[in-house]
């Protein structure tokens, strides 16, 4: 049973464009909300975080939205970058330790 | 600092084979976690450890597979025996206990090892 849906599976922007990733959990002690991005043949690494006590987190060109009272989180990407084209992962825990990750989007930005 | 480092990179054994997957942690780390990546599932915490004793392996699937941590800066992650359905990528993890500045302490990956079992 997945604890943190994520889709799409796939997603191919046009260089600039907006690439947009979308989460959705159940359960309602989950306190903290993080994305990953993952190149090929790397492991993944943190690119920006949330609590549920914020609706909004940006860090340059990339923001979470989060909707607490739908349980849903989402990434945004602005002005997407060939550089960006890797695996996003989005996850959530409420302990630290024991983080619960959705099944990835694969993210391509074409030139 | 070289980060998480794992081996091998590559792994391709025959079904019954054991498998060990090594994992070294960042300096200063004392918390590791193993997790096992697939198409179907996504990234999954098979067990992680504090201070070197394992806190929770409940993601262990099943005894085939056992973790060990004999020093505070090294790990393996053993299959014995090993089975087609293991075929995975299998990634480390690293990071301080706790919380810092009200988060929770970020978890530095390996490159992974790809394990394929024929």
């Known amino acids: 049973q997945q604890q943190v849906k994520q889709s799409p599976q796939s997603l191919i922007v046009q260089k600039g464009g907006i690439s947009i990733i979308n989460c959705a959990y159940e359960n309602t002690a989950f306190d903290y909300f993080p994305w990953y991005q993952q190149f090929p043949g790397k492991g993944p690494a943190l690119l920006i975080a949330?609590?549920?006590?914020?609706s909004e987190k940006k860090e340059g060109r990339f923001t979470i939205s989060f909707n607490k009272s739908a349980k849903q989180f989402s990434l945004h990407i602005m002005d997407s970058q060939p550089g960006d084209s890797a695996t996003y992962f989005c996850?959530?825990?409420?302990?630290?330790?024991?983080?619960?990750f959705g099944t990835g989007t694969s993210l391509t930005v074409i030139p | 600092d070289a980060g998480v480092i794992q081996s091998p990179r590559h792994e391709v054994t025959e079904m019954g084979q054991e498998v060990t997957l090594r994992c070294k942690l960042i300096s200063g780390h004392n918390s590791l976690f193993w997790y096992r990546q697939t198409m179907m599932r996504g990234l999954e915490l098979l067990i992680y450890?504090?201070?070197?004793?394992?806190?929770?392996d409940s993601g262990m699937p099943e005894d085939r597979f056992s973790a060990k941590m004999p020093n505070a800066s090294f790990s393996t992650l053993k299959i014995q025996p090993s089975e087609p359905r293991d075929s995975a990528v299998y990634f480390c993890a690293s990071s301080h206990p706790g919380t810092s500045g009200g988060s929770y302490n970020e978890q530095f990956f390996g490159p992974g090892t790809r394990l394929t079992v024929l």
């Open positions: 450890f504090n201070n070197n004793v394992p806190i929770d």
């Open positions: 949330i609590r549920p006590d914020v």
């Open positions: 996850a959530a825990t409420n302990t630290g330790n024991q983080f619960y």
